[in-house]
C-alpha cells in the first residue's frame, strides 16, 4: 500500500495539473505493485488482501489506552497523538438558526478512525443501500444477501454465537465480534447494582420498543422493528478489535510485501497521458507533514516532496473529506518560492468540478462535478437524565493513563479487564420505522442507549462525559436522512483547510427527517417514564420538562444534532448518473488505475452504522477479483 497513512493524508488526492500530462512511461520498475493512500475502514481491509495476494502496499502508528480499551473511545476525540479536529457549518448562512465551527473529529493514524469510533457492529438497515447498488449496477454481488455471506462472513470472528445456528455469520475472520460484556457482572457482583440493572432491562418494554431482535445482524433482522442486544467489535479480552490489528498481523506474517509509510502526507496523485487517456501512475507525498486539522499541524510551510509509483494502480482511502481531492490545487508560487526548485512537482493533475477548481486557478483535467459534493451523515441527537445515584460500575473511574490515579484501571490491568471500562458506545438498541415514512420503506430510526451524560460531539465533551457517573442518554438516529452538504476548497495548498457545509435539513425530506427524531425523542422519554427505570430518574436535563409541544422539540433538535458518520463525497453511480464520480468498482472515471475506496465512495450513507458495511464494501470486487489488473 504505499504509505499512506492515514486516512487523513490526503487532504489533497487529485490535484489539477499546471501543464500538460506527461506521457506514460513503463511502470515495470515502479516501487510498488499499489499505492493505498489511507490506513482506515476501507484502504485498510483492501490493503491486507492485496499484500496476502502477494502484491506489495503501502500508513503513525498509535496504539494506547484510548485506542484500546473500549469505555476509552471517548478519551481518544481528544487525543493530541491522533486527532484531527475538522470544523463544518451546520447550516447555510442566514438560516434563522446558526451554528458554525462545529467540532468534528476523526483519527490520523494506522486504522483511521476505526481506532477511536464507539465500536458499534450493527448491519441492520442496509439492505436498500446493497440491493440499491445492485439494481444500479446489474450486478447480484452487490446484493444485501451476498454481501452478508460472502463479505460478512469472510471478515468477521463472531464470539458470541454457535457456528452450526449461525449461517449468516462468520466465525474465522480477522474482525472479533461480540455483545454486552455482561461476565463483568459474573466476575464481580458487587458492579450489578439495582440502577444498572433497571437500565438494561428497561428498554426491552415491548408495548413501546416492540418484539425483541435476536439478532440484530442475521438477514432476517435487516427490516426488523424492535429491540435488540448491540453487537459490538470487541474482542473476548474486551480490547477494541479494528483493521489496525488486521494490518499490523499482515506486516508480521508477510514481511516485504506490506510496507507502511507513517505519519506521511500525499499531496496529489501523479497522473500521466497514455494514448489519450489519463493515467494514474503513483503519489506525492511530504513526509512528516501535517494537515491544517492536526494537533502537530505548526503552520503552511514549503513541502519537502518526493514521488512514489506504483505498478498496478493507486487507490484513495483518505475518507470524506480528504478523499474529495480530486479537487485539489497549484501551489502559489510567489507564496511558495522555495518550491521553484522543483517545478515539476508542483503541475498537479485535477479532477473535480471546472467551477469550483478554477476559482483557485486550477485547470481541470477531468470534469467531474460531483466530487466533494453529496456529503451526507446520519442525524443523531441525544436526550439526557440524570439519575439519583452513581453506578457502581463506574465508582471512582476517572479514565486516566495513570494506573496509580485511577483505580478502575488499576483493576482493569489486575482483574482481566473485568471492570466499566469493557463497556462501549451503547447498550440496547431500539429500531423503529418513522409514521412519516411510506409503507414499503424499512425502519429508518435507531435509539442507542448508554449509561453516561453524552450530548453529542463538542470540544470538551469526553471530560464532561467522565465527569458524571449517574447520567442515563438516549440518542435517536435516523438512518437514511435527505440532507446533502458539500466540502470545497479555500485555497490551492495541500494544508489549507477545507470548507464543510452538512446543510442539515435544507433538501427535500428535512421535515420528514425531523419529524421522524421527534417521534424518537417521544419514545424514549416514554420508556424513562416505566417501570423498571423510572424510580432511578431524578430529572430530564435534555430537552428538559420545559420542552414538551413538537414546535419546542422540534427547535431542539435543529440546536443539538449531531453525526458522526459522513459519507459520499465521491459517490459511485450508474453511467446515467452525471455526478456519480466512480463506477460500479470504485474507479474514477476517466481516469485510469485510480480507485477511491472509503466512506467517501457511497451514494447514501448506508444503513444505521457505517464501519462494518465499509469493510465489507473494501473486500468486494476491488482487484483481486478484476483479472484484468491481476493479468495486467
Not at 500508513?59 to 484510548?66: C, F, K, L, Q, R
Not at 462472513?153 to 455483545?179: A, C, Q
Not at 497549484?330 to 515539476?344: E, F, G, I, Q, V
Not at 422540534?554 to 465521491?570: E, S
Amino acid at each position: 500500500m504505499l504509505s499512506a497513512l492515514t486516512i487523513w493524508v490526503l487532504y489533497l488526492i487529485i490535484s489539477v495539473a499546471c501543464a500538460e500530462l506527461p506521457a506514460c512511461t513503463d511502470t515495470a520498475n515502479a516501487d510498488y505493485d499499489f499505492i493505498v493512500v489511507g490506513a482506515g475502514a476501507g484502504g485498510g481491509p483492501l490493503a491486507a488482501r492485496l499484500a496476502e495476494a502477494g502484491y506489495s502496499d503501502a500508513g503513525h502508528d498509535t496504539v494506547n489506552y484510548n485506542t484500546t480499551i473500549p469505555a476509552y473511545f471517548i478519551r481518544s476525540l481528544e487525543d493530541p497523538q491522533i486527532d484531527l479536529n475538522y470544523t463544518y457549518q451546520e447550516y447555510p448562512t442566514g438560516f434563522f438558526v446558526t451554528r458554525d465551527n462545529q467540532w468534528y473529529p476523526r483519527a490520523r493514524a494506522l486504522g483511521g478512525s476505526t481506532i477511536h469510533n464507539a465500536m458499534v457492529n450493527i448491519i441492520s438497515g442496509t439492505r436498500q443501500d446493497f440491493d440499491g447498488l445492485a439494481t444500479a449496477f446489474n450486478d447480484s454481488t452487490w446484493s444485501r444477501d451476498n454481501m452478508q455471506l460472502t463479505y460478512f462472513r469472510r471478515i468477521e470472528d463472531n464470539l458470541y454465537l454457535v457456528p452450526l445456528l449461525s449461517p449468516d455469520h462468520g466465525f474465522h475472520g480477522w474482525l472479533k465480534t461480540s455483545l454486552l460484556p455482561f461476565d463483568v457482572f459474573s466476575a464481580n457482583p458487587f458492579f450489578l447494582d439495582p440502577q444498572i440493572s433497571a437500565l438494561a432491562t428497561s428498554q426491552w418494554d415491548p408495548l413501546v420498543a416492540g418484539p425483541p431482535i435476536l439478532d440484530l445482524n442475521s438477514l432476517s433482522a435487516d427490516s426488523a422493528v424492535g429491540v435488540g442486544s448491540t453487537s459490538f467489535t470487541i474482542d473476548g479480552q474486551h480490547v477494541r478489535s479494528s483493521v489496525r490489528d488486521r494490518l499490523a498481523a499482515v506486516q508480521q506474517s508477510l514481511p516485504g510485501q506490506l510496507h507502511l509509510s507513517l505519519d506521511t502526507l500525499a499531496t496529489k496523485i501523479l497522473l500521466c497521458n497514455s494514448s489519450s487517456t489519463v493515467t494514474a501512475y503513483g503519489v506525492q507525498i511530504a513526509p512528516g507533514a501535517a494537515l491544517p486539522v492536526a494537533s502537530n499541524f505548526k503552520g503552511k510551510v514549503a513541502l519537502d516532496m518526493r514521488n512514489v509509483t506504483a505498478r498496478h494502480e493507486v487507490i484513495v482511502s483518505a475518507g470524506v473529506f480528504q478523499s474529495p481531492q480530486l479537487v485539489s490545487r497549484c501551489y502559489d508560487l510567489a507564496l511558495y518560492p522555495s518550491l521553484t526548485k522543483n517545478k515539476s512537482q508542483l503541475m498537479l493533475s485535477g479532477i473535480g468540478d471546472e467551477a469550483q477548481l478554477s476559482q483557485f486557478g486550477i485547470e481541470a483535467i477531468v470534469h467531474l462535478p460531483g466530487v466533494g459534493t453529496n456529503l451526507q451523515d446520519h442525524d443523531e441527537v441525544a436526550v439526557n437524565w440524570l439519575l439519583k445515584d452513581n453506578y457502581t460500575l463506574f465508582d471512582g473511574c476517572k479514565w486516566l493513563s495513570d494506573r496509580t490515579d485511577d483505580p478502575c484501571l488499576e483493576y482493569w490491568l489486575t482483574h482481566n479487564h473485568e471492570n466499566g471500562y469493557a463497556f462501549a458506545g451503547a447498550m440496547n438498541s431500539v429500531i423503529t420505522k418513522s409514521s412519516s415514512s411510506p409503507p414499503e420503506a424499512a425502519p429508518d430510526v435507531l435509539t442507542y442507549w448508554d449509561p453516561v451524560i453524552f450530548r453529542g460531539f463538542f470540544r470538551g465533551v469526553p471530560q464532561e462525559v467522565v465527569d458524571n457517573h449517574k447520567g442515563l442518554t438516549a440518542v435517536v438516529l435516523k438512518g437514511h436522512p435527505s440532507s446533502k452538504g458539500t466540502v470545497k476548497l479555500t485555497g490551492s495548498h495541500p494544508q489549507d483547510p477545507l470548507d464543510i457545509q452538512k446543510l442539515h435539513f435544507q433538501a427535500p425530506g428535512g421535515s420528514a427527517d425531523i419529524a421522524a427524531i421527534r417521534e424518537g425523542i417521544k419514545r424514549a422519554r416514554e420508556l424513562v417514564s416505566l417501570l423498571p427505570i423510572s424510580p432511578f430518574v431524578q430529572e430530564e436535563i435534555a430537552p428538559g420538562p420545559t420542552v414538551i409541544t413538537d414546535d419546542q422539540i422540534d427547535n431542539y433538535i435543529y440546536n443539538h444534532v449531531f453525526g458522526h458518520h459522513a459519507c459520499c463525497t465521491n459517490a459511485i453511480g450508474p453511467d446515467t448518473d452525471p455526478n456519480a464520480v466512480l463506477d460500479g468498482n470504485f474507479n474514477v472515471r476517466g481516469v485510469k488505475n485510480l480507485r477511491v475506496v472509503d466512506l467517501s465512495s457511497w451514494p447514501n450513507v448506508p444503513g444505521f452504522f457505517v464501519t462494518t458495511p465499509t469493510y465489507m464494501a473494501s473486500n468486494l470486487k476491488l482487484i483481486l477479483d478484476d483479472s484484468s489488473v491481476i493479468d495486467g
